[in-house]
């Protein structure tokens, strides 16, 4: 806000930008000369045939005659083996990088080409329902609004956020909302499946190629080729098959395990993460180039604590969903939703729910599952998780009830890390795993209340 001749003047939040690459090809001789094709997609084919991304309607043109393909270096020409050939500024190419400016020919037709970036501005939508997403926080309606605009895009998205923020929602609804929809939808959990079977559960696999393969299958690109593929937590993927994946994403083609035969393939790739690839490259532990070929357009989705406001809808949600039909909805008290809406939700939306679906299922009260409302409450919350007699609460006259809160939430806090990390034997990636927690939000609470994860171990 700037003060100017004693008036205030508030300054509005910019919206967010995207910058969508994008690259426009003009016939400039030909039958088809001053038409302009804009295109999106990382892999552009050339051709009369009508399944190419630009048809151009001349003899002289092969069915397929040449495809452009962006990749970290830049767009690279490449001919698929056309009757006429196929020129770059007039020499005949099998293959080369092309300029901004350049002329390509095939046939009796040549095209001019010209990259350039495209910045899209994002404004919050004026939906609260996108898909099976609900928020009316300004972090989800962002969200929502980069969806609408991407989503009839090709362009590759980077999903990245906490466990359980709803990432594989996002990937979802950006197929459901783009042209792809009717096509198919192909999920793989890199980080659940087996190191010794994720090549084949992405590029399929020939009869005999190893021990166990009694048939040919086809992998995952394959089987979405025309829709989506759906990468989540990408960055358990291995070092080694990580070129395989970005031979994929660059020239939309792969062969099966014990194959020789290539495969073309037709479709979107969205990827998801808890990780920060970012720094993961820095690490070493993924490729640069594989990397930028992701990150075209990266949504991250907030956590539940950085959305608090969507709490309420949020528990309306699940529990509309959730209960049979023909029965009543259950009224939640009002200490019960302000239970709900102070818990930090290390698990986000995903503990929401889970809370949500055992407190129907016991037909108990879910604040009293989170956080203190009371000593009945809090000694329910409490008995379990601490493997102890529940705490007696002690309050203080000139106490506000936010400090109250907070004291006894950190009591909760700290009793519920030592149980979770004592069942775990000290394991942190277990302890997080049955908490339904981010592993970096289980290490801040840790240091927080200075518990050492060996020593509880070892009790």
Not at 60 to 77: A, C, N, P, Q
Not at 252 to 265: A, C, I
Not at 293 to 309: G, H, K, M, Q, W
Not at 388 to 412: H, L, Y
Request: with cysteine; aromatic share 6%.
């Amino acid at each position: 806000m700037d003060v100017l001749g004693g008036t205030r003047i508030r300054r509005e939040a910019k919206p967010a930008t995207v910058n969508l690459r994008r690259c426009k090809l003009v016939v400039t001789k030909g039958s088809q000369r001053g038409t302009e094709f804009v295109i999106s997609g990382d892999v552009i084919r050339v051709g009369k045939a009508t399944e190419n991304d630009l048809v151009i309607a001349d003899e002289t043109v092969s069915r397929v005659h040449f495809e452009i393909v962006r990749d970290g270096k830049g767009y690279l020409v490449r001919d698929l083996n056309s009757t006429n050939g196929t020129f770059l500024d007039g020499a005949e190419i099998k293959e080369a990088y092309i300029r901004a400016g350049s002329v390509v020919g095939a046939g009796a037709i040549e095209l001019k080409f010209t990259p350039f970036e495209e910045r899209i501005e994002i404004l919050p939508s004026e939906k609260e329902v996108l898909g099976e997403m609900v928020g009316r926080s300004t972090a989800m309606r962002e969200i929502f609004g980069l969806i609408e605009r991407i989503a009839p895009t090709d362009a590759t998205v980077l999903i990245e956020g906490e466990t359980g923020t709803g990432k594989d929602m996002i990937a979802r609804t950006l197929h459901l909302l783009s042209k792809r929809t009717a096509a198919p939808f192909i999920v793989v959990d890199c980080g659940a499946v087996a190191g010794t079977l994720i090549e084949s559960e992405l590029f399929g696999h020939e009869k005999g190629s190893f021990t166990g393969a009694i048939a040919a299958r086809q992998g995952a690109f394959e089987l979405a080729s025309g829709g989506t593929v759906f990468l989540d937590e990408l960055g358990e993927l291995s070092l080694d098959l990580q070129p395989k994946l970005l031979r994929v994403l660059e020239q939309r083609e792969l062969r099966r395990v014990g194959g020789s035969k290539t495969l073309k393939v037709d479709l979107r790739v969205i990827a998801a993460t808890r990780k920060d690839l970012r720094n993961e490259v820095e690490k070493g532990k993924f490729r640069e180039d594989l990397y930028f070929r992701l990150n075209v357009v990266p949504i991250t989705a907030p956590s539940l604590r950085d959305r608090r406001e969507d709490v309420g809808m949020l528990v309306d949600h699940f529990l509309a969903r959730m209960v049979p039909a023909g029965t009543t909805v259950p009224e939640l008290s009002e200490g019960t939703r302000a239970a709900l809406y102070a818990h930090d939700w290390p698990g986000n939306v995903r503990e929401l729910r889970n809370v949500i679906e055992r407190a129907l299922a016991l037909g108990t009260d879910p604040g009293a599952m989170v956080a203190p409302l009371g000593a009945e409450p809090f000694a329910r919350a409490h008995a379990g998780p601490a493997g102890g007699a529940p705490v007696d609460m002690e309050f203080q006259g000139g106490t506000s009830f936010r400090d109250s809160k907070e004291k006894w939430n950190e009591v909760f806090e700290r009793r519920y890390l030592s149980w979770l990390l004592k069942r775990a034997e000290g394991n942190i990636s277990k302890a997080a795993r049955d908490a339904d927690m981010d592993r970096k939000y289980l290490h801040k609470l840790l240091r927080k209340y200075e518990i050492d994860a060996g020593d509880v171990g070892e009790d």
